[in-house]
């Protein structure tokens, strides 16, 4: 369920962390990096349906902060094997 993390995060050494409940469901992740800058990005994912997901968080720079809100699709080989034989070429 917890996950640590540490290496590059956008070009500065940086440390992170994941955690996920709710069967995976809710993944909530932190991230620290560029330090001489202050830089912290908070941030959690729901996955609404098999594959389809909702992001929403915080990047906390200190000079300019910003929040963000997205959606998205997550593909498998298997998925991509369905649709493929589904379209003709």
Excluded: W
Aim: overall charge positive; proline content about 1%; charged content about 20%.
């Amino acid at each position: 369920d917890l996950t640590l993390r540490g290496g590059l995060i956008e070009n500065t050494g940086g440390v992170g962390v994941d955690y996920s409940f709710f069967r995976n469901k809710v993944k909530v992740t932190a991230e620290a990096f560029d330090f001489a800058n202050s830089h912290v990005r908070a941030f959690a994912r729901l996955n609404v349906l098999k594959g389809v997901y909702v992001v929403g968080g915080a990047d906390l720079m200190e000079k300019n902060p910003s929040s963000f809100l997205g959606a998205g699709v997550f593909l498998t080989n298997d998925d991509l094997k369905l649709f493929l034989s589904k379209a003709s070429f």
